[in-house]
């Protein structure tokens, strides 16, 4: 699974950058907007009931079938709902006639993902993710192969939308079949109103940090493409892109530290607290490189990779490898709130988060542009860290001295690189300048002992 999602990504970017080499900005934002404005309402398809289907099967894997045909029964009603929500709204906006077109693609394309996303987590449950890796990697191929043939032929922008939709329809397909192959499982749906009643009522809080989340990683697009126009938001997404790329770490990490936080808090508050201190530790060494890095380089990386027409996109880019700091640090700290029964207050603070953030989007992005946009995600991010490491003194004894040593060490380790990455890349170009500050900040950060020669193996 975690070389499928590293795989994804990287057949996810390369097929994103010849998009917006193709058609350009304007066409790029268009894509992105109906991509982004689906993804945001494919969440009301799901509310929860997946992440609830895999706990609860996995504690009796005798009532699979029933709590999975309820589970399909429900997310089919509610995908009718979602899409006609998505028709009314889209509509009640006034875009253009092409622009509803694409979401109303994207939205069909949205729903067969959240079918294929239970099938999988019934897979989960009996431990087959060979399937879903297979699955998730096979499907972004043919995407790719479809969008860049479409491209070849100069088709209108809406066969783009398609060449997500065919594989995700061949992807539910694939996955239901394998399902009722290997476990006997039927793709049926079937009304349980008790069933459904015990599900749902877990479901909920899980449902609102779902929604909240969604919201709040997605509505800078959508009022970008409104506040400031298409071209605008294709300038935004190649940052956003750049950005997210990156996102999968932090979610690896923190996959693996829940089930040790939770049993830590019941047994080991000590070791709950060194445990929490490393992984902040770590992400902390691993993502100010990126960030330090990408900065110093965004120049070229935009105009080299993504051509002059995405010159705009530089600033924004640079604003985001910070706010993606606050990413990688707030990853541990929500995930420690989950697993030590600070459910609710997590859930508080996303949907705190994500109502700051639409206001700083509404106010910053109609006089800085993508700026601002770029802006409020800083803003979201920074937020989300701050007030979930407040509670974090709740729950164990962190020790913060330690932690601000460590930061100290990372950022003048970060530094000397950053300068080492710059001076290179004058003197010669972008890639010798990557190679160089790998070098320079592994060097430093053993000087400055931000990491040691025995920590390497815990890392």
Known sequence: MTVSSIGQKIISFAYFTIIARSIGAENTGKYFFAMSFATIFVVFCDLGLTNVLVRESAKDKTKSQDYFS???????VLSILTYLAAFVAINLMHYPIETKHLVYLACVTMLFDTMHLSIYGILRVFGNLRYEAVGAVSSQLITMILGTTFLYLRLPLIYLILAF??????????AGTILFKKNQIRIWPKWDSAIFKFLFIIAVPFALTSIFTRVYGYVDSVMLSKLAGNEALGWYSIPYKITFAFQFIPFALTASLFPRFSNYFVTDKDKLARVFEQSIK?????????AVGIIVLAHDLIIKIFTIEYVNSIAPLKILMLSLIFTFLAAPVTVLLNACDRQKIQTAIIGFVMIANIIANFFLIPRFGVVGAAFAGLLGNFLLFVLAYGFVRKIAQISHVYLIKTAFQVIIAAGVMGLGVWWVDKMTNFIFAIIAGAIIYAVMVLLTRAIKFSELKIL
């Open 70 to 76: 309820t589970v399909l029964w429900t997310k089919i």
């Open 165 to 174: 939709t065919i594989p995700s329809f061949l992807n539910m397909c694939y």
């Open 282 to 290: 770590y992400l902390f060494l691993v993502v100010m490189p990126i």
